[in-house]
């Protein structure tokens, strides 16, 4: 009678495996949405805003001539990098592989994610550089959307979000219509008073209802707001073959911004991604090395085109 042991040998489930998401999905493209264009460098139009809303004197005396109102328009460029990673599969690795693997989606799969997590913080880093947005604000103490002494009693997110609006509007005469959460402000938001004392009837208590990003949506809809994305990729910090520590892109930090649903011209948006080229797959046989290369790569620029669209939130959470 053989050992028992020896009598099954393991083989791969083709029913399951294990893959983290790391997140719901990256919001870099709702964020500065993709715009075509034919070169990788090149130049828009800006029109000037002062000259949109000075208002001149209109009226026009008999047999006098009206008077002359010029308008001015200048330029600013794009220059559009290509990104790209790649690996190689050695023929003996395809031959060894077990489904379900597919050696060849797998890797090319697993280039493009990590090229998507680089753009995701590209774009993140971009669009809260208090350089660059400098219609901003960074909360402390009971400011902070969730007060330790008082269970968030102090805070009054509602008003600061109405603030970061009407500073905006006041600027530019457009309101924001769209609010990005980093996790950790969307979970400080729903905790405070001022945001649980909206969502709960006369009377009502701290343990319902719970706050969907419809509700966020509804509480924020009087200030211009109509699209709520709550960004929740994280990364991993720990260099190659050390210990894995995982922290979120989008931390504390909430983005109220004027986003165009539809590029165009004489159109405003916080910004745009300039693609020249879109995502594609470049394969090569490397005889000499008995492999078969993969290179995903795309040609683009993140630009930031009016930052005065935009008002950040900083450090909205005390981290409790």
Do not use: C
């Not at 990104?83 to 280039?111: G, S, V």
């Not at 809809?221 to 994305?229: D, L, S």
């Not at 990364?235 to 892109?249: I, K, P, Q, R, V």
């Not at 004489?266 to 993969?294: M, P």
């Amino acid at each position: 009678m053989p050992d028992f042991a020896s009598t099954h040998v393991d083989a791969v489930s083709t029913r399951m495996s294990r893959m983290y998401p790391l997140g719901t999905g990256p919001v870099a493209d709702r964020v500065l949405p993709m715009v075509r264009v034919g070169k990788e460098s090149g130049l828009y139009f800006r029109y000037d805003k002062g000259d949109m809303a000075r208002i001149p004197y209109t009226k026009r005396q008999l047999r006098s001539e009206s008077r002359t109102v010029d308008w001015r328009v200048d330029t600013d460029t794009y220059q559009a990098e290509e990104y790209a990673l790649n690996d190689l599969i050695d023929d003996r690795e395809f031959k060894q592989a077990d489904r379900p693997l597919d050696l060849q989606r797998d890797t090319i799969q697993n280039l493009q994610r990590l090229m998507v997590l680089d753009r995701e913080k590209r774009v993140h880093d971009l669009v809260t550089d208090t350089a660059v947005i400098t219609k901003n604000t960074t909360l402390t103490g009971t400011a902070q959307w969730r007060d330790a002494g008082a269970s968030g009693a102090a805070a009054a997110p509602l008003d600061d979000i109405e603030t970061g609006s009407e500073e905006i509007r006041a600027d530019t005469g457009v309101r924001p219509n769209t609010a990005i959460f980093g996790i950790a402000a969307q979970l400080a938001f729903q905790k405070t008073t001022q945001v649980i004392d909206k969502m709960t009837t006369p009377g009502g208590n701290w343990g319902s209802p719970t706050i969907t990003v419809d509700q966020i949506r509804t509480l924020l809809a009087p200030y211009g707001i109509t699209q709520v994305i709550i960004a929740d990729m994280i990364e991993n910090t720990g260099a190659f073959g050390a210990a894995d520590s995982f922290a979120d892109l989008w931390i504390d930090e909430v983005l109220l911004a004027f986003i165009t649903p539809q590029p165009g011209l004489k159109s405003v948006s916080l910004g745009y991604s300039f693609f020249s080229r879109q995502w594609s797959v470049r394969r090569a046989r490397v005889e000499r090395q008995h492999s078969d290369w993969f290179e995903p790569s795309y040609v683009a620029d993140e630009k930031i085109v009016a930052a005065d669209v935009a008002y950040l939130i900083e450090d909205v959470s005390d981290g409790t």
